[in-house]
Nanobody, 119 residues
Framework: QVQLVESGGGLVQPGGSLRLSCAAS????????MRWYRQAPGEQRELVAD???????NYGDSMKDRFTIARDNAKNTVYLQMNSLKPEDTAVYYC?????????????WGQGTQVTVAS
C-alpha cells in the first residue's frame, strides 16, 4: 500500500504564491517519476510538471514560467512552487507517482488539494 498526501493548497490573491507538498509513504522500494496535475471545474486533468528521480524536469504547456517542481528523494516528497498566481490557476492539484514496491510497479495518486486564486 502506498499513500500520497498533498498539502499546501488554499485561497490566495492574484499575484500571490503557494507551495504545495506531496509526501509518499508505505512499502516503497523506489519512486521513479513524480508529477503534479491539475483539474479545473469542467476541464480535463492536465500535467503541470514532472520530475524524474534523477532530477530531469518537464513542464506542461505554459507552466514553466511561474511554476517550479522539486523533490527530496530522501523524504519521498515532491514540491510545487507556484508564483504570480492567476485566477485561471484555480483547480484541484493532484500528486502522482510511479512507484515500485515489493509487490511490483504501480501508479499512485493523492487525494488532491484545492487551490483557489481570487481577490
Amino acid at each position: 500500500q502506498v499513500q500520497l498526501v498533498e498539502s499546501g493548497g488554499g485561497l490566495v490573491q492574484p499575484g500571490g504564491s503557494l507551495r504545495l507538498s506531496c509526501a509518499a509513504s508505505g512499502r516503497i522500494a523506489n519512486i521513479y517519476d513524480m508529477r503534479w496535475y491539475r483539474q479545473a471545474p469542467g476541464e480535463q486533468r492536465e500535467l503541470v510538471a514532472d520530475i524524474t528521480s534523477g532530477g530531469t524536469i518537464n513542464y506542461g504547456d505554459s507552466m514553466k514560467d511561474r511554476f517550479t517542481i522539486a523533490r527530496d528523494n530522501a523524504k519521498n516528497t515532491v514540491y510545487l512552487q507556484m508564483n504570480s498566481l492567476k485566477p485561471e490557476d484555480t483547480a484541484v492539484y493532484y500528486c502522482n507517482a510511479d512507484v515500485r514496491t515489493v509487490l511490483g510497479r504501480r501508479d499512485d495518486w493523492g487525494q488532491g488539494t484545492q487551490v483557489t486564486v481570487a481577490s
